[in-house]
């Protein structure tokens, strides 16, 4: 049986030159608190500190990253428990049979990387995963999830999260986080953000009840445009007061335009009656991420872009397993030219602060470098999703310092719903960081001081000043 | 005169630590056969075993690789023997003349390192090509292409190739692969693929000739859609008959989309009197690709897509010397939008495989990757023709490895009609993923063994399982 | 206090076995002179050689690169000077202690290198910059700038810039170039560039006035498009005579295509009245494009095309401060469809020459290096303005090689009015190209004695060949 090891100075450069100077920097990081402004963890996990029922519903099936390669090797996602409802006992295991028998499938992937680091720091596996030890890693899991250390407040402090931003829906009544926040015996920051797509996307279907839930929920009359607006700064008041700092949009585009009073009133009509067309549809769209730029502007919210992705690219797998089980697909992006109506009005606005994540690489030289190093609102977004891996990290930061600088860039953002992978993440970001800046230190081009005083930047004050903490 | 070397060791990274990992690698795949799903090396020259006439025919004037980049300093390609026909002996010396007297030109590219490797390990060429070496040079090549050891079948053997696929008109009535497959003296694989694309650029002159041409050779009406389609896999069945695997496919894009059955057919018809619009012929070309796909997943051969080129980009060179003659310049592409209805459609079809290429390296880490991450059908090609050089291929890896895994990706595609460089690009390729393999051991991600399992899995399992072969 | 350093080895491989060839690489070339074909120095300051003022009217309100990072910072513009003419000595001194204090957001990019080599190499300053020592610093530099050997004639000659071009307009008498050629005493060679954009942009609010200044200086009737061709022509000969080797160009793209004659005197008659719509405007501005590469295939002057960017993306920045401040935000390049058209026409033509510039590094392997790689006529322009650092250079060499190997690339270009750092811009180019040869000798893709030769050329032999010095 292969055992399982961590290298202590993964991801460090090889040679010897600069791993010297990596360790030292990584080292001057690694035991830093976490700060994790942007992701998807269940505030409800910490509020009512419910034990983790089974190494699959946990590890595997809600993450995305691990089902979508297994299932474009052929394995079927309701196997794997997604879109399942609560897993049995021995679904739960083959489930977790078929992960260990495609360990192989995960080379190369950060998939691997994180979750060995989790079965050997955090569970102490120390075989190899297989068909063949499947079912040992699985038991020894198991019966590690049953003990009181790993409760999620016993790991959200052993993780050291200092702050830990969740995702939620603007009719969300925030009773999670009142709870942990009104809660003496917890003392972590949990932050809920504000995440309004489905109130924008006036032309999707089902749109209109999404307006009447929002009337209900705060109580504002959402028939005509001025009381939705109304309705969705009252709710963004809720979730300041709830200790939000950002609010986060994800449609196809970035473009954010200010439609004429008129003709924006008259298609939000039009939208309350589902008779738009796409055209305009897409318009109003525009028009209503405008409105939350100006909210933005003046609650203070920090507004945080993820565009570009076909999302349920596979319809039918959208019918059968509903939104977000890997089937989605990134998209060529367009900052430069769909940025500049909302940066003409708001781009030097004090108040105002935008962060830019892409999927599509090539705009990070091309424009969201440049753009944040002009405008003093504009951050430039860590790597997110695909690009959430050791190289592309990397030429994340190759592509984006010579322009910005390290300054406007955000810090690590993790974005995920896997609870225990949160160290493994922020530890790789630390790691390549390190790597690129030794880099930067072995060929002269910064002295290793100011290579120190940057990685603790870039983990403590980077992601405070981007998000306002 | 400098003398001409091979350094064992290229390729490989430079530093100890990798280099030894990197070596061990290359190692274990260095001498295995070679599979070549996809080339177009003719049938003929192996089936007739005809010796090759000169070096500058065998080595030049076939090769746009080498030939455009002469171009792009000065020289005529008349000169070097494109569309001239048969060569004479002063002509070819001449022109083998000019190669050599421009070496320099091809430092840092692919082309000098496959020559240097022709050169010096298949023709024993001992000194540096430059204008005063360019007799000794021709003459020892030109002596030893007349010794039996030189002729195709020989160099077939010593080559190791296992399997080769040639590129085929559908027309085509295969006798040379015929021949080969019953001769007993050659126990070697040469397949058949199908490329169709003369007959689905229904809006290209002359389009009517090749759909009645293949009338003539299907036995088969193709005056109606139904007729033409049934034509078409009629010569697809053929195809398979003779070792077939895959069905080749080059258009500007890859868009393939059914029309409503009525409009397919109204629109073949107007295209069968060649009054299509332009608007219209692609319409229905991207509908003849979708019933391509469909094809495919009736009859199982595997769908290849090369997009994406301005083909013949100066129209003045193409008129005087034809296709192919290295004036194709890449386009930008776009996989995820185009190929959303034929993925809807096939994407999680058992019986449908689809390898995707691209000359535009932003689609890898952005559209590719993904796609081949989450459909079972889809493989990422290899780094196709400008990318098939030692840096591409190593970005290729680092822009698909950490989406896709290894195990989607199709192993190496030589995609050549220089016969004699065959091995050359594949030992480029096998060294290549020995350095990036080599990288992910040193810095801790993957351990050593696994690294050896993957590289002999690319070298082996992969093709075979992306071609089905 | 700090003290700074600079590296004898900086940028060049931290690995032993690549650093060593590097170093031999760039010592053959570190003394040679500097050739700039392409830049922004005023011609002025050398033929009245007037001292420099001071520290920030020198070396930080001009620079754009250097403004607008502080921007991003939240440092307004005008207090760095730009835009306020000429600085009193408080508020000289206070713009330079804000680039001290924020000496910090310069790390990792060019600004900071070229900024340090310039203290430490030029003005002899010892200590890092920083709120305390800013004083210190400006002090030093202030008095050194007063000295003779800091007079822009003597810079120039230790510099050792044997050719410098400037950027003019068409209607610059170009007195100072004159000046100088005729002056006994400056034996360097200055020379203008012809560069008509604002000529072209007949869509643009003021278009008139500028065809009604043509036609006051060329003597030529500029109402119809006949006589406004040839007043180009005739200060396209005006230049030539002067010296000038080259027209450069940017606009929004790079299509240059012919109008039907009668269409064109059309347009531009429409032109005239003010009265284009944009379509109109656009059709008729590709049409003059098209127009000066037939000049160019005439005359001899060298095309260079600088294409590509969002000029001013943030208008009240341009209103209050005007262009050129660090406002433009690069796009997406298209050169394999927008060059065709031109192409067709001139690209075989041997008297016609096109340097190709981009800030979208997606083109360059797809497209740029292809283009230059075929056509006689187009060569690869050096890396451009963001992408003129360490990382980017490196991959942009990376990203062309393969394709076009080093010949057809036009050597290093400065492209900057910051003169003081020529120098240090030059040198970066040829350390990095060391660097990457040294890789390639490393690896066994070249013989280190190529190598050698070949950074010897890209240093002397290509910019001369590119711009026909």
Redesign the interface.
Known sequence: M?SLT??P???????P??RAVARRLHAAVADLPIISPHGHVPAGWLAHDTPFTDPTSLLLTPDHYAT??L????VDLAHLGVGQGPLSAEASRAAFRTLCAHW???????V??WLQVQFADLFGITV?PSAETADEVYDQIAATLQTPQFRPRALFERFGVEVLATTDDPCDDLADHAFLAADPTFSGRVLPTFRPDRYLEVGVDGWTAHADRLQEVSGTDTSELTGFLDALRQRREHFRAHGAVSADHSHADVRAERLPASEAVELFALARKASLSTTEATALRRHLLWEMARMSSEDGLVMTLHPGV?RS?????ARTFGADV???????G?F??DL?PL??DF??D?GFQLVLFT????TL???I????????S?WVGAPWW??D????IV?HR??V????????TSGFIDDTRAFCSIPARHDMARRLDAAYLS??V??????E??AL??IVDIVTVNPRKAFRL
């Open positions: 292969t961590l290298d100075d993964r991801l460090l450069p090889p040679d030159t600069r979508r390669l299932h474009s090797h052929g192989s499938v995960y080379r190369g992937t950060p691997r990387y190899r076909a690219h596979h319809g039918p797998t890997g089937a989605d697909i990134p998209l060529p367009d430069t030219r500049q940066l003409q781009g030097t004090p999927l599509d690489e090539t030289s091309r424009e470098a440049p753009l944040a190093g002009f405008y003093p504009v695909f690009l891996a050791p190289d592309a030429r190759s592509a310092t010579e322009t910005a600088g390290f300054g406007k880099t930067l072995a060929d002269g081009r910064l002295e001081d100011e005083e940057t």
